[in-house]
């Protein structure tokens, strides 16, 4: 993972004042209610089913275990939801599966696209939506006009930052359009130049910095420690003894 340390503060804060809530729910008698018992198996639940489809998209056990660290040190690091990240992550293994690219580049792909989206703060909805887009591009092997619509319409100037990229492969605007109208643009090859520039232009005047700052950003934080600490409770089995 790319700069692992960032947001690392706010979710050791997060986790912190979690476990001590829960604790004192459980002192106090409350942690037996309806209610608390609910919201712990859900967002268990919820991380089984993201674990699920990691061990799927994975080609071994320390494969999966390679996988579901990133997920968590990238969704940590970057306050954003570690479901849904997990998730959509899952996806773009599946569709990369039989490309040419590495473990390293397809992280380094979600990370960047996951670290701009942060730091224009795009809500979880349209955050689902991009990767989704990614992941058709790769489905298709090919890069189309009204998925780059969809992504420019979510916050992301994906004409321009595609551009830049087929500049670096050494196209001219005119050169890649021409490439693109004719179905061959290829997101093996320009996608990982897109997510390192997104990636950098996240850092423009400490814009990454400053999101992670922000409300909504420790509310991610929270929740997403909350969520880990509710899949440990269902692994171990607790889900089971409160509801007896």
Do not use: C, W
Not at 209 to 215: G, N, Y
């Amino acid at each position: 993972v790319n700069d692992p340390n960032n947001g690392t503060t706010v979710l050791a804060g997060a986790r912190q004042f979690g476990k001590a809530f829960v604790g004192q729910l459980a002192f106090g008698g409350l942690l037996g209610s309806g209610y608390i018992i609910k919201e712990i198996v859900q967002s268990g639940r919820e991380v089984q089913k993201m674990e699920q489809m990691l061990i799927q998209a994975s080609k071994s056990a320390q494969d999966f275990s390679n996988n579901l660290q990133f997920t968590k040190e990238t969704s940590n690091a970057l306050a954003v939801d570690f479901t849904e990240f997990g998730v959509a992550y899952s996806k773009i293994l599946n569709a990369t599966e039989r490309s040419i690219l590495t473990q390293q580049q397809k992280q380094d792909i979600v990370f960047g696209f996951a670290k701009y989206m942060r730091t224009i703060n795009l809500a979880s909805p349209d955050q689902a939506g991009v990767f989704r887009q990614l992941g058709q591009m790769f489905n298709t092997g090919r890069i189309q006009q009204d998925e780059i619509n969809s992504m420019s319409d979510r916050g992301i100037a994906m004409n321009k930052f595609l551009r830049m990229a087929a500049e670096k492969l050494g196209m001219s605007s005119e050169q890649y359009m021409k490439l693109q109208e004719s179905g061959k643009a290829d997101p093996i090859k320009l996608m990982p130049i897109v997510a390192k520039m997104l990636a950098d232009a996240a850092e423009n005047n400490g814009a990454f910095s400053k999101s992670l700052t922000t409300s909504l950003a420790k509310q991610q934080a929270f929740t997403n420690a909350m969520k880990q600490f509710a899949a440990t409770l269902l692994k171990s089995g607790v889900d089971q003894g409160l509801a007896n």
